[in-house]
């Protein structure tokens, strides 16, 4: 999925300590010792602001335009700027008929991987995906 860019305020706090915050998605903060490293740990930041509104199935935002932008009064503000993440690939709830047999085999695994059902049947058809990949007309245009 494409990167999606939203605003972030670079901003001084108490002690030297820096934070890059969200007007976009509120209580979402990088902080750090540094601007270079709060930077660095936004767009992870970003994405877990992503995955929390996917999580309970609302909208991502529009990005704020910067003009729009409101800062607290009495702020230190270092800058602001833009921050790329990639939205979370949304789930979709499919239903599937195996043998029971399969089931079971596929459910003692799983757990013995730390795993559950949906996550080894997802990582099982990524690997199939990937080792079928490239080969003429196994893919095209249509999914097949």
Known sequence: MPQRFYPAVLERGEGGAIAVWFP???GYVAGAMSEEEAMARASDTLEDAMKGWAEVDALLPQPTPLKLIETPPG??????????ASPPD???RVNVYLPKSLIERVDRLAAELGMNRSSFFGMAASEMIKR?????GTFGPMGR
């Open 90 to 92: 949304p789930s979709e």
């Open 132 to 136: 079928h990949a490239g080969r003429t």
């Open 75 to 84: 702020s230190e503000i270092i800058a602001i700027i833009a921050v790329g």
């Open 24 to 26: 976009d998605f509120p």
